[in-house]
């Protein structure tokens, strides 16, 4: 398939009930996520048509790109100009997740956003480190992270509060000689103590968050 016969089935499945739903939290498409997957199998890998989608500067093409794309032929400057054009939610997540961390590039690019003045790369380095908890902490300098979280979270913007409590939350879970400190931490600021969560959902609040884990694994 073309470029063109790509957007115009993305415009076919164009829901306006699903993008009112959508823009209520900041992502502007209405293409159904089932659907959308649902083409990118069609599709399957393209690495050469991934980028020309993601040119189109349209919320769902990008989302498709990020599918079919093979991550692993990104250079580092390219992913760092994709994040910082990336205007959706749904999109900075999916690249960082999907992308991003099946790169070659992910420790590189985790301490280059975690410095970044901009809170929402900033919450993309933050994505990074906290993968690097669960995964691979060695190396890293735990406390100095709690430092970070304890200093800054309470005042961060939302993405970048989202993030760092995440950071928080996989530290305490993983690291039993820091879960402690990573409970008070969490219990004094008080972040995300009050979110709304389903039922059979884990509070994002981290002192609930790590309990529950910890929980989990020790049953």
């Not at 959308?36 to 349209?58: C, F, G, I, M």
């Not at 590039?105 to 480190?129: F, N, Q």
């Not at 906290?130 to 709690?146: C, M, N, T």
């Not at 970070?148 to 530290?171: D, G, S």
């Amino acid at each position: 398939m073309t470029v063109d016969e790509v957007l115009a089935e993305l415009a076919a499945l164009e829901d306006p009930r699903m993008r009112a739903v959508n823009e209520r939290h900041g992502d502007d498409h209405g293409v159904n996520l089932g659907a959308l997957r649902a083409l990118a199998r069609r599709l399957k890998t393209q690495q050469d048509l991934a980028p020309s989608l993601w040119a189109a500067d349209d919320t769902a093409a990008q989302l498709l790109a990020l599918l079919i794309c093979r991550p692993r032929d990104f250079g580092a400057e390219d992913l760092d100009a994709m994040l910082r054009e990336a205007r959706s939610p749904k999109v900075h997540d999916w690249l960082v997740n999907y992308v991003v961390k099946k790169g070659r590039h992910a420790e590189e690019l985790r301490v280059r956003w975690l410095a970044d003045a901009d809170p929402v790369v900033a919450s993309a380095g933050w994505a990074l480190t906290s993968d690097r908890v669960a995964k691979d902490p060695e190396g890293l300098i735990l406390d100095a992270l709690l430092d970070t979280v304890e200093a800054e979270m309470k005042t961060a913007p939302e993405r970048l509060q989202w993030a760092m409590n995440h950071t928080l939350a996989f530290i305490g879970i993983e690291d039993a000689d820091r879960r402690a400190r990573a409970l008070d931490i969490g219990e004094r600021l008080e972040v995300l103590k009050d979110y709304p969560t389903p039922p059979n959902c884990t509070s994002p609040f981290a002192p609930v968050w790590i309990r529950e884990m910890v929980g989990r694994r020790e049953s």
